[in-house]
């Protein structure tokens, strides 16, 4: 029997349908043939640069083949970072509430005109909530949030805004949305198989030397910092002094921070939630979060992004116009079912809601650390992120992903997955069924003993 702690398992267990990483192709990974007819379309050269599939869905196919040499396995998954536990009901009602009052084909005739306005008029009273709820004390305003379907989504939107011509850095190790839709816009060059990275791309080294967090002396000057904290897949968080550097740098530099704070509510030190926490972030950071992490939404899908209308391009532009030109054009809109949800995350009781769900990843998160630490590995991350950062020195992370997934049927993520700063290090993620973080913490147990 299988068991995973994967999309498929959540289909039967959540009301809304979660994301399918299945239709997710590797574009660098060719196809097979299934005629000879060619077009006369020149592939685009950026796509070519890609290396081997996106990081996930590559995990997801040796995920797949394990299941297909052992298939009466239990296979746990603590790779993909996808939430397993039910959206809290306070949550889920308000949807379908939202849902049933959906202006579509079927039910428009059913639905008073009343409703259906206040189903539309979601957007301006979800952006002022975000605004009060995170950025209360911190100068945003409704008008410069971007409700969206993603942070993911938004990282790619910012990239079409900056386009090709800008330089960018980066944390190593780091989400691989920043390197990859770096490269598909062309701002990098090839990848230089040597050094594991692409020319171009100004790689911010984090280590345990350095507390992960990189030695800004030495980063050289680019336009575009992104920066991820509480960091995955690191689990590392920025203090306040050291964000304050980040915005001094990119002051320095007339460079843009693009912050994402998606597990910002999975701080337990007191370090910044918000990079506008800092004073002078306005004039040169973006930030981009979203409710995947806090509210099991990683298939509901919404998002935001904060432009503060402070930003502004070298010609005195507001990069927020801009952004919203490219939001205008690429997306008609996060769904009205998502943001009713989105709303009711931030109600009282949805709040209380989702602290609860947050609550119980980071106990996961303590079983998982506890396992590691008892077993003798040095552990990184965990009490700021559901991410758990264990070192196997001298080790190659793809080869210790494997050995894990053989001998135990535990699917974690290889470090080096995150950049060549990952490398010797593999990524366990908390979010599971607590049964399964167990029984796979007792498997670790048994291999490492
Ligand atoms: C750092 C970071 N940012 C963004 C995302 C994607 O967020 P969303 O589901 O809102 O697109 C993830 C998802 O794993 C993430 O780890």
């Known amino acids: 029997m299988v068991v995973s702690l994967s999309s498929g398992y959540r289909v039967q267990n959540v009301p809304f349908p979660a994301k399918s990483i299945g239709v997710c192709k590797c574009v660098a990974t060719p196809q097979e043939q299934e005629t000879v007819f060619k077009t006369k379309v020149s592939r685009n050269a950026n796509m070519g640069k890609l290396q081997a599939g996106y990081l996930f869905p590559e995990i997801a196919r040796r995920r797949n083949a394990h299941l297909l040499k052992y298939p009466d396995a239990k296979v746990i998954s603590l790779g993909i970072g996808d939430t397993t536990e039910p959206i809290p009901e306070v949550i889920t009602s308000a949807m379908a509430k939202a849902f049933s009052f959906l202006p579509n084909v079927v039910n428009h005739m059913a639905c008073p005109p009343e409703k259906v306005i206040v189903v539309m008029e979601l957007n301006k009273p979800l952006r002022a909530a975000i605004a009060s709820t995170f950025y ?69 080294r984090c280590t345990a030397d350095n507390g992960f967090f990189p030695d800004l002396a030495k980063v050289a000057r680019t336009d575009i910092i992104f920066f991820c904290s509480p960091n995955n897949p690191t689990g590392a968080a920025a203090t306040r002094e050291q964000l304050t550097q980040l915005v001094q740098l990119a002051k320095k530099n007339g460079s843009i921070i693009v912050y994402d704070s998606a597990y910002a509510l999975y701080m337990s030190d007191d370090n910044p939630r918000s990079i506008f926490e800092i004073p002078g972030a306005r004039e040169v950071a973006i930030e981009t979060s979203s409710f995947s992490k806090y509210a099991g939404f990683t298939g509901v899908r919404l998002g935001w992004t904060v432009v503060p209308k402070q930003l502004l ?137």
């Open 136 to 204: 209360g004390n911190f100068g945003i305003e409704e008008d410069d949030i971007f409700i969206s379907d993603g942070a993911k989504c938004d990282i790619s939107r910012l990239q079409v805004v900056f386009g090709s011509n800008v330089t960018m850095a980066v944390q190593d190790p780091s989400y691989p949305a920043y390197v990859d839709s770096s490269v598909i816009m062309g701002q990098t060059g090839e990848f230089q198989k040597d050094v594991e990275k692409y020319a171009n791309i100004e790689y911010m």
């Open 313 to 449: 391009f070298s010609d005195g532009f507001p990069v927020a116009k801009d952004f919203n030109r490219i939001v205008c054009t690429c997306f008609n809109g996060a769904s009205n079912v998502a943001q009713a949800g989105a709303l009711a995350c931030l109600s009282p009781e949805g709040l209380e809601a989702i602290y609860e769900v947050i609550g119980f990843y980071k106990e996961n998160t303590d079983i998982i650390v506890d396992t590691f630490n008892s077993l003798g590995f040095k552990v990184y991350g965990g009490k700021n992120a559901p991410y758990v950062w264990v070192h196997f020195p001298g080790q190659s992370s793809w080869d210790v992903f494997s050995e894990i997934l053989e001998k135990t049927h535990v699917v974690t993520t290889p470090g080096s997955g995150f950049g060549p700063g990952g490398e010797g290090f593999i990524r366990v993620s908390a979010f599971g069924h607590r049964e399964n973080i167990l029984e796979a913490c007792r498997r670790f147990k048994q291999l490492y003993k």
